[in-house]
């Protein structure tokens, strides 16, 4: 797939033209150091924020559940050490399903957690499938987040749990003067320094795209678009100082 020019911090906040295109390119190159920069580069968060998410479905004891934009299946591993379940891991991304399944393989998780490509916005799953879901990191890489929301929920079984995780902007203004300067240039820095420009790529773009999602998809908005899909008892959290947001809820009957 030909390379295509990363949109600079201005353009970012804007929706992207072709958000599927685009994620693949972003993510192509990332999957060798993927797991410990994305855990670098969240100052230690991400594994928190992850089993934060995964506590809203192992409640149920779910026995089949997809983890969407499973990338190089760190939710979907936790998900089976967690749970008696079948996991599903599907991703957008070859590069990354193939990192995914050496993770798998290295955890000798292979009979129970399954690696397929496709995307999020048109599951190829029937409809109630499965009686668990989890997403990470999504709804900023698809064109329209709430029709994206109504087939996640149409995969899902009536009473089913789902949860999901993605960075937030944190709303003391204290704290976001902070994250402002860590998104804009410790981030990319850091991430250049540590793994080389597709990392430094990755960081320039991800402040910025961040900033954007949530001035065109407010909390409440968000909240909003959950509900309209037919998820109820949505709750949420913020999390570290308000630079994480775990979603959940389930699927009315």
């Given at each position: 797939m030909p390379?295509?020019?990363?949109?600079?911090?201005?353009?970012?906040?804007?929706?992207?033209?072709?958000?599927?295109?685009?994620?693949?390119?972003?993510?192509?190159?990332?999957p060798k150091r993927y797991d410990?920069?994305?855990?670098?580069?969240?100052?230690?968060?991400?594994?928190?924020?992850?089993?934060?998410?995964?506590?809203?479905?192992?409640?149920?004891?779910?026995?089949?559940?997809?983890?969407?934009?499973?990338?190089?299946?760190?939710?979907?591993l936790q998900l089976e050490e967690r749970t008696p379940a079948?996991?599903?891991?599907?991703?957008?991304?070859?590069?990354?399903?193939?990192?995914?399944?050496?993770n798998v393989a290295r955890a000798h998780a292979a009979s129970r957690v399954q690696l397929v490509a496709g995307r999020a916005e048109q599951l190829p799953f029937p409809d109630a499938g499965f009686d668990a879901l989890t997403f990470t990191y999504l709804l900023r890489y698809v064109d329209e987040p709430a029709a994206t929301l109504v087939e996640l929920a149409r995969v899902l079984k009536p009473g089913a749990p789902i949860a999901s995780l993605e960075f937030h902007v944190p709303p003391s203004r204290f704290w976001r003067a902070w994250?402002?300067?860590?998104t804009r240039l410790v981030l990319p820095a850091a991430g250049g320094l540590l793994a080389g420009r597709s990392w430094f790529r990755v960081g320039r773009f991800l402040g910025p795209n961040i900033s954007g999602h949530y001035r065109r998809h407010?909390?409440?908005?968000?909240?909003?678009?959950?509900?309209?899909?037919?998820?109820?008892?949505?709750?949420?959290?913020?999390?570290?100082?308000?630079g994480g947001l775990v979603m959940w809820g389930r699927k009315g009957g």
């Open positions: 390379s295509a020019r990363l949109p600079g911090p201005a353009s970012a906040q804007e929706p992207l033209a072709d958000p599927n295109r685009f994620a693949q390119e972003l993510f192509t190159g990332l410990l920069l994305e855990a670098i580069l969240s100052l230690g968060q991400n594994e928190r924020w992850r089993r934060e998410m995964v506590d809203h479905v192992v409640s149920a004891t779910p026995t089949r559940v997809l983890d969407v934009a499973t990338g190089t299946a760190g939710v979907a079948h996991i599903v891991g599907v991703d957008l991304t070859e590069a990354m399903l193939g990192r995914g399944r050496e994250w402002w300067l860590y407010p909390l409440a908005a968000t909240v909003a678009m959950w509900r309209d899909a037919g998820i109820v008892d949505v709750e949420f959290r913020l999390m570290s100082l308000g």
